[in-house]
Nanobody
Framework: VQLQASGGGLVQAGNSLRLSCTASGLDYRAYTVAWFRQAPGQEREFVAGSRRGGTSNHYTDSVKGRFAISRDNSKNTVILQMDSLKPEDTAVYYC???????????????????WGQGTLVTVSS
C-alpha cells in the first residue's frame, strides 16, 4: 500500500493550492481518508476528512469555508482544495487512510493505518 501526496508549494496569502493523494494497493472507496498537517515544533493536526463511501466530510474549524476535501474514484485520488490561504496554514500536509476509523476518532492521527509522505505548503504574507 502506498499513498503519494503532491501539490504543495509556495504561495502568497489569499491564493489557492490543490493537494492530491493517489493510492496504490487499496481502493479509496472502502476507506475513510483524511488530511493532517504539521507545522514546525507542533503536533500533527487534523485538517479534513471524508468518511468511507464519501458519506460525509469534516473539517477543523480553522479551515471551514476555505478548504474542501473530495474524491476522484476513477483515479483513486483524494483532493484537498485550499482557497484563501493564510500564513498560519503553512505546514507539511499528510494524507491518511483507514478502513476501521470510527466517527469519534476521525480527527486522531493514531486511528489511521496508512500515510503519505507529506507535501510542504508555505504561505507567505
Amino acid at each position: 500500500v502506498q499513498l503519494q501526496a503532491s501539490g504543495g508549494g509556495l504561495v502568497q496569502a489569499g491564493n489557492s493550492l490543490r493537494l492530491s493523494c493517489t493510492a496504490s494497493g487499496l481502493d479509496y472507496r472502502a476507506y475513510t481518508v483524511a488530511w493532517f498537517r504539521q507545522a514546525p515544533g507542533q503536533e500533527r493536526e487534523f485538517v479534513a476528512g471524508s468518511r468511507r463511501g464519501g458519506t460525509s466530510n469534516h473539517y477543523t474549524d480553522s479551515v471551514k469555508g476555505r478548504f474542501a476535501i473530495s474524491r476522484d474514484n476513477s483515479k483513486n485520488t483524494v483532493i484537498l482544495q485550499m482557497d484563501s490561504l493564510k500564513p498560519e496554514d503553512t505546514a507539511v500536509y499528510y494524507c491518511a487512510a483507514s478502513r476501521t476509523v470510527i466517527l469519534s476518532s476521525l480527527t486522531r492521527a493514531q486511528a489511521y493505518d496508512h500515510w503519505g509522505q507529506g507535501t510542504l505548503v508555505t504561505v507567505s504574507s
